[in-house]
């Protein structure tokens, strides 16, 4: 009789060892600090790990679009079906609302029994939930589960951008889809998209109706500007003013053109195409464009260019001439700031802003007189651009930046794409801009043309769009290029 209780207790005591070294609690699960992209500000790790069942139960104290998000997330990668709380029922996933955390914030705690998401808004709660599916990804095991820990996050920058530049060839619905989605994970909250270059144009116009054919429709747009808006990013459109204007002269050649000396008219090729911004039905196109933009993105930002490689066709142009002479423009790089003034206006009225490229401010004065020192405002033209212009910077300088801050304008820093090394040493906010003027410099960006980006994963992108998220969330004391590589070859 002992001998069969002995066995009994001692194949009881083998099994629940095997049982015990089986279970996912018992592997090595990383932290956020290990698997997590961009690196959260603060990771304690702490004792066990939760694992999840075939059901979570949890508390909806979420907009209905970031439930349903997660909710499908979850199902669709883990097979693990979210479902709410009944009278009665304990949640494991709770959602709590916390006004002390800032904008895009949030709080995780993970213990044995439940998982806590704090925020105070529902960006925060599903920059929350992102980083909780990061963790689950990393899960080995036969059953989900993540290490106990606790998580405090918080973006650096409010605007996290990628620029892409469509000019050349064109992603269809589903490409910019998985585009949007890997900036999701990321926690990049703007897409910048050139719709307009020198060779192409993509945007479609109803007032014009008799442009190009490989265009994003209007319909298009609205269903990516949706699905955008549920992974909290916004969609700002770029159309290049005054300049690569080549593509829009196929189909409207009296927007821009000059006369040769037989009397017949010709396009200036390329870049140093512009706009005829002499012609009332030039000014009164690129209202109609600008104003179909702002009302079709909805995101409250146009990125307008700016850049100008030649001024020649101006310079040829008898009506630009007389038009520099009637506004009181003594160059034509004057001219160019005075018509970003007049889009900013024009914007502003339909409660938006204007971003353009760094050399339109050139020697240009604000309106808010009270923060420009006098030697800022030595050569300003007489249409100055108002303060709340967004200038874009190219990898720019604290010297450069710094004389535009005392303009009072806000600033967005974009990072060489040479190389990663490059992206992951480079440094958004310059030491050498004062104190008192760091909060000018509001986002950081990356560029990738369509031609990376339709290549997937196959390509650099996944890296320089991961650096670009390091760059906008982290501090640089948190950014590491080879902790990124490392988690990255270990998703594929």
């Known amino acids: 009789m002992r001998l069969s209780v002995l066995a009994v207790s001692i194949v009881s005591i083998v099994s629940a060892l095997l049982m015990s070294a089986a279970a996912p609690s018992e592997h090595y699960l990383p932290t956020a600090a290990e698997t997590v992209i961009p690196s959260p500000v603060f990771v304690e790790a702490k004792k066990g790990a939760f694992i999840f069942e075939k059901t979570l139960l ?35 996933l709770i959602f709590e609302k916390n006004r002390d955390i800032v904008s895009e914030g949030y709080k995780i705690d993970i213990t044995k029994k439940r998982i806590k998401i704090e925020a105070s808004s529902d960006a925060g709660f599903f920059y929350g939930a992102t980083t ?27 605007y996290r951008s990628v620029m892409l530049d469509t000019g050349s060839d064109t992603l269809d619905m589903k490409k910019m889809t998985l585009l949007l989605d890997r900036m999701s994970d990321l926690k990049l909250n703007t897409l910048h998209w050139k719709l307009t270059d020198a060779d192409k144009w993509r945007f479609e116009v109803k007032q014009y109706p008799f442009i190009g054919t ?11 500007v949706d699905y955008a808006a549920e992974r909290h990013i916004k969609i700002i459109p770029h159309i290049e003013i005054p300049s690569y204007t080549q593509s829009i002269l196929t189909f409207y050649p009296w927007l821009g053109y000059e006369r040769n000396d037989d009397g017949f008219d010709r396009f200036i090729d390329g870049y140093e195409s512009l706009y005829d911004v002499s012609n009332p039905r030039t000014v009164d196109f690129l209202k109609s464009v600008i104003e179909e933009a702002v009302v079709l993105f ?4 146009v990125h307008i260019g700016g850049e100008v490689s030649s001024f020649a066709s101006w310079e040829r142009n008898p009506k630009i001439v007389s038009l520099l002479e009637r506004k009181g423009y003594g160059t034509s790089d004057e001219l160019r700031a005075g018509i970003a003034a007049d889009i900013c206006s024009f914007v502003a009225e339909r409660s938006g802003k204007v971003i353009g490229v760094s050399d339109i401010t050139a020697s240009i004065s604000v309106k808010n007189k009270d923060i420009v020192n006098a030697s800022d405002n030595h050569n300003a033209p007489h249409t100055p651009l108002p303060a709340d212009f967004i200038i874009q910077f190219e990898h720019g300088d604290g010297e450069a930046m710094t004389a535009e801050a005392r303009k009072g304008f806000y600033m967005i820093n974009t990072c060489p794409d040479t190389d990663f090394e ?49 760059l906008g969330w982290c501090s640089s004391r948190n950014r590491n290029g080879n902790r990124l590589k490392k988690i990255l070859s270990s998703e594929h």
């Open 132 to 158: 909780l599916l990061q963790l689950m990804e990393a899960s080995h095991g036969e059953q989900t589960a993540v290490a106990a820990q606790s998580v405090t996050d918080y973006p650096r920058f409010g």
């Open 214 to 224: 490989e265009l994003f429709k209007q319909s298009d747009i609205r269903r990516l």
């Open 298 to 301: 909805g995101s409250g930002f």
């Open 422 to 470: 490059s992206v992951c040493s480079f440094e958004p906010l310059p030491e050498q801009i004062p104190t008192e003027l760091r909060g000018r410099v509001i986002g950081v960006e990356t560029v990738v043309t369509d031609e990376l980006a339709k290549e997937g994963d196959n390509c650099d992108f996944t890296l320089y769009s991961a650096a670009c998220a390091e």
């Open 58 to 92: 949890s508390d909806a104290y979420v907009s209905p679009t970031t439930y349903e998000h997660l909710k499908k997330r979850l199902y669709d990668e883990f097979r693990i079906e979210l479902r709410n709380i009944r009278y009665g029922q304990e949640a494991s």
